[in-house]
């Protein structure tokens, strides 16, 4: 099994930016696609963008033009970038990655999740 361990979370002013950054670590063959998921409060948990193996990106309507996702493969490393943050961005935010762990088994794996505060 891996783990993903994501720091970068905290708190910023409305209009300010913030990166996220979530590693994978463990015993797995392959990093398949990542992604960034978040939840508000009362809220379900909704896909902010995913990125693939070779770099093709797929955001949520919300974020486009504001967040950009890439990832480092020799590191197993996804960032998020985030700017022009609104206070609707506030949101434990989840990374995701599907692993090969087996040549025949895929495995999906959760990060712990880290609070990102839009305030003024």
């Known amino acids: 099994q891996v783990q993903l361990v994501e720091p970068g979370g905290g708190l910023v002013q409305p209009g300010g930016s913030l990166r996220l950054s979530c590693a994978a670590s463990?015993?797995?063959?392959?990093?398949?696609?990542m992604g960034w998921y978040r939840q508000a409060p009362g809220k379900q948990r909704d896909l902010v963008a995913s990125i693939t193996r070779s770099g093709t990106t797929n955001y949520a309507d919300s974020v486009k033009g504001r967040f950009t996702i890439s990832r480092d493969n020799a590191k197993n490393t996804v960032y998020l970038q985030m700017n022009s943050l609104k206070l609707e961005d506030t949101a434990v935010y989840y990374c995701n990655a599907d692993l090969s762990v087996t040549p025949w088994r895929n495995d999906a794996v959760w990060g712990q999740g880290t609070l990102v505060t839009v305030s003024s």
């Open positions: 463990g015993r797995f063959l392959r990093v398949n696609v």
